[in-house]
């Protein structure tokens, strides 16, 4: 056989240091899924998705205020609570 085509066979201590490395990345691995599972934890992730998308809705990419988009927001939370005023009234 050429250099090139043998086969290394590697030692013991080399075999469990793979081993250990493993073990260590898998422990690390498993570590960070519970803490991405835990509820504060999710609720916090949800919370700063939220965050990131009003503002890329509300700002422009050099952070100025859209008021367009905020005036129509604005402009919808008002009609809901007049809507939800109005139908409160009639029951009444």
Do not use: C, W, Y
């Amino acid at each position: 056989m050429s250099d090139s085509q043998q086969v290394t066979n590697p030692s013991i201590d080399q075999i469990e240091a793979d081993i250990a490395a493993t073990r260590a990345h898998l422990t690390a691995t498993v570590d960070e899924l519970v803490t991405r599972s835990q509820p504060k934890e999710i609720i916090r992730r949800q919370s700063e998705s939220a965050r990131v998308a009003f503002a890329g809705a509300t700002r422009t990419s050099d952070g100025a205020i859209r008021v367009e988009r905020l005036a129509g927001v604005l402009g919808a939370v008002a009609a809901l609570l007049i809507t939800i005023g109005l139908v409160r009234r009639q029951r009444s």
